[in-house]
């Protein structure tokens, strides 16, 4: 079945450095794929996506580019702040219309001033 | 702003309990799916609703079982309560039934004494 793997946290990062996060995934075909943010207290926020091989998502800063070859879809950002700190959930959604997100396990992001 | 509301934020039951959760969806979404997300984890499909019938069902017993009303909103129902059901439970409206856009609500957290 579908499955992503997303690298563990949590992650520790000093403002202004540069942020990867990484994510791979497991599926048949192309699936649509996603990258959500939880703030504290708060539910999951579609931060980008990208729904086809070489597309990348961005907002906010943040990037990630659908590899098929490599079947990644790593997240970046050139220069953290500290209003970054979150859980990143890694997601995709299988070709069939009708199917549900699969998540990774999340990466929690410490940015520290 | 999502607009995707859930109650209660926090709930806590004894075992063999059951409990019901609440989402109301963002207006005019005819589509709703429900989370459930244990510490540490990504969340995983329960269910999901279109127009008031059940439409995908994750990997999750009969005793989680669930309701879509005429104006969309819906409930959560988990009979016979174990430890292992406490976790965050979340709550997503979609527009259209292949999810291509969910808006998630804050969740409500359920502990099982």
């Known amino acids: 079945g579908n499955s992503v793997t997303q690298m563990e946290g949590p992650v520790t990062l000093s403002e202004e450095a540069f942020l990867t996060i990484n994510c791979t995934y497991t599926?048949?075909?192309?699936?649509?794929l996603f990258w959500y943010v939880q703030y504290p207290g708060e539910g999951l926020q579609l931060l980008l996506k990208?729904?086809?091989?070489?597309d990348k998502g961005s907002n906010k800063g943040f990037e990630a580019t659908y590899r098929k070859e490599t079947t990644s879809f790593h997240l970046e950002k050139g220069s953290v702040q500290v209003s970054d700190s979150a859980v990143y959930f890694c997601?995709?959604?299988?070709?069939?219309?009708?199917?549900?997100?699969?998540f990774g396990k999340g990466t929690r992001l410490s940015v520290i001033a | 702003e999502t607009g995707v509301t859930q109650s209660p934020t926090h709930l806590i039951k004894t075992r063999g309990q059951q409990v019901t959760l609440r989402c109301s969806s963002q207006?005019?979404?005819?589509?709703v799916s429900w989370y459930q997300q244990a510490l540490g984890q990504g969340p995983q499909f329960i269910f999901q609703?279109?127009?008031?019938?059940?439409?995908g069902r994750g990997n999750f017993p009969p005793r989680f079982s669930g309701l879509q009303f005429p104006n969309y909103s819906s409930e959560l129902n988990v009979n016979a309560l174990e430890l292992d059901d406490s976790a965050l439970y979340l709550c997503?409206?979609?527009?259209?039934?292949?999810?291509?856009?969910?808006?998630f609500g804050s969740g409500t957290q359920l502990s099982v004494l």
């Open positions: 997503a409206s979609s527009p259209t039934r292949n999810n291509e856009k969910l808006f």
């Open positions: 599926a048949t075909g192309y699936p649509s």
């Open positions: 990208a729904t086809k091989a070489d």
């Open positions: 997601a995709l959604r299988g070709v069939s219309g009708n199917t549900p997100l699969v």
């Open positions: 207006s005019g979404h005819n589509t």
């Open positions: 609703y279109y127009r008031e019938e059940e439409n």
